[in-house]
């Protein structure tokens, strides 16, 4: 089983930046996939990034060239980086893990961007 905790989210004006936080309570050296999703209101959730430990890293297509995920394995977390905000990134982001063929999610950090 893997328990996950996300940190970092908040308010930001539209062009700023957030970093987002996921400990995983387990070696992420063993986790097969890492990543983040998000879920506005009233829409499905949706891919923003994810880091495989083959060293493959995908991106939802809305968010290539703004965001970065990346890991600590020493901290057994993985971070995403956000810039270039715009209100339409606005949505609660989880984090999610892929270990032994089973999913596993984090409560979601809500990240809002606006004036």
């Known amino acids: 089983q893997v328990q996950l905790v996300e940190s970092g989210g908040g308010l930001v004006q539209p062009g700023g930046s957030l970093r987002l936080s996921c400990a995983a309570s387990?070696?992420?050296?063993?986790?097969?996939?890492m990543g983040w999703y998000r879920q506005a209101p009233g829409k499905q959730r949706e891919l923003v990034a994810r880091s495989f430990s083959s060293g493959i890293t995908i991106y939802g297509d809305s968010v290539k060239g703004r965001f970065t995920i990346s890991r600590d394995n020493a901290k057994n977390t993985v971070y995403l980086q956000m810039n270039s905000l715009k209100p339409e990134d606005t949505a609660v982001y989880y984090c999610?893990?892929?270990?032994?063929?089973?999913?596993?999610w984090g409560q979601g950090t809500q990240v809002t961007v606006s004036s």
């Open positions: 999610n893990s892929l270990y032994g063929g089973t999913n596993y």
């Open positions: 387990r070696s992420i050296f063993s986790i097969t996939a």
